[in-house]
């Protein structure tokens, strides 16, 4: 069955940085386009960041310039280098295998002080 995994996750000082990974199985990873959501207490989830199969790349408004999605499609891998991290980016972060809607459980990312 498919599988997807997020790590990485946890707590960071405004300003910093973090790393989070995603490992999927189950699926022909490179044929499909990974997806990294992100929903806030109160808050509908949200795209931040998408790359195609192709490695096209597609970034929130929000998170442009700070964030960088990259893929490894021999290790069925996606990631999400976030730098500059602000407060506001305080969310669960989500991993999802777009077209198919396989979903991973989260990760939570807080920004504070």
């Known amino acids: 069955q498919v599988q997807v995994v997020e790590s990485g996750g946890g707590l960071v000082q405004p300003g910093g940085s973090l790393r989070l990974s995603c490992a999927a199985s189950g699926i022909i990873f490179r044929f499909y386009a990974m997806g990294w959501y992100r929903q806030a207490p109160g808050k509908q989830r949200e795209l931040v960041a998408r790359?195609?199969?192709?490695?096209?790349?597609n970034y929130a408004d929000s998170v442009k310039g700070r964030f960088t999605i990259t893929r490894d499609n021999a290790k069925n891998t996606v990631s999400l280098q976030m730098n500059s991290l602000k407060p506001e980016d305080t969310a669960v972060y989500y991993c999802?295998?777009?077209?198919?809607?396989?979903w991973g459980q989260g990760t939570q990312v807080t920004v504070s002080s």
């Open positions: 999802r295998v777009e077209s198919a809607d396989f």
């Open positions: 790359i195609g199969s192709g490695r096209t790349t």
